[in-house]
Antibody, heavy 120, light 110 residues
Framework: EVQLVESGGGLVQPGGSLRLSCAAS????????MNWVRQAPGKGLEWVSY????????YYADSVKGRFTISRDNAKNSLYLQMNSLRAEDTAVYYC?????????????WGQGTTVTVSS | QSVLTQPPSVSAAPGQKVTISCSGS????????VSWYQHLPGTAPKLLIY???KRPSGIPDRFSGSKSGTSATLGITGLQTGDEADYYC???????????FGGGTKLTVL
């Protein structure tokens, strides 16, 4: 079964850091581009970051640029999001999502999400 | 403020048809493919339509997509109570070098 499972969410103080992980199974992770998408309470979906299957190309939303770092370990079938200098507005459910092979910005498999709360 | 504009809500009776619009610009919808997602709170979003009008396997043909210029439309026919959810359009914005979603549309099946 194709599956993505996020972990690493929790409560963190403003200015703090957190590292999210996404474990992939059931498909050849090293062949797929990946994304992080988030949803703040009461808000819509917001794209956060993208990484090419090889790690050679990375993009970030302006709202997280310079603070978040996306990375992957294809040997461990894992995607990561290092979040630094966290702000209250980063509070959200964070989803990792697989990009459909051969398409651009089409996310065909999603995890269940992990919740990040930034509060003092 | 989302880069793509969707109506906040739409509603229709069971069995009826509804359309959800998504308006953008030449840097996003105008020059890139559009996808649509269904999202129930507390669950993983689900891909409904990709490349403007293609359905992944397992998505019924009650769901359809179209694109014209800088706008896209999701259509749902034969509405069921189980279709009640939030629907999002998404595409790549070439000027921003970023992914963009619409603000989402809440569908109510009366």
């Amino acid at each position: 079964e194709v599956q993505l499972v996020e972990s690493g969410g929790g409560l963190v103080q403003p200015g703090g850091s957190l590292r999210l992980s996404c474990a992939a199974s059931g498909f050849t992770f090293s062949s797929y581009d990946m994304n992080w998408v988030r949803q703040a309470p009461g808000k819509g979906l917001e794209w956060v970051s993208y990484i090419r299957f090889s790690g050679s190309t990375i993009y970030y939303a302006d709202s997280v640029k310079g603070r978040f770092t996306i990375s992957r370990d294809n040997a461990k079938n894992s995607l990561y999001l290092q979040m630094n200098s966290l702000r209250a507005e980063d509070t959200a459910v964070y989803y990792c999502a697989r990009e459909r092979m051969g398409s651009t910005y089409v996310m065909d498999v999603w995890g269940q999400g992990t919740t990040v709360t930034v509060s003092s | 403020q989302s880069v793509l504009t969707q109506p906040p809500s739409v509603s229709a009776a069971p069995g009826q048809k509804v359309t959800i619009s998504c308006s953008g610009s030449s840097s996003n919808i105008g020059n890139n493919y559009v996808s649509w997602y269904q999202h129930l709170p507390g669950t993983a979003p689900k891909l409904l339509i990709y490349d403007n009008n293609k359905r992944p396997s397992g998505i019924p043909d009650r769901f359809s997509g179209s694109k014209s210029g800088t706008s896209a439309t999701l259509g749902i026919t034969g509405l069921q109570t189980g279709d009640e959810a939030d629907y999002y359009c998404g595409t790549w914005d070439s000027s921003l070098s970023a992914g963009v979603f619409g603000g989402g549309t809440k569908l109510t099946v009366l």
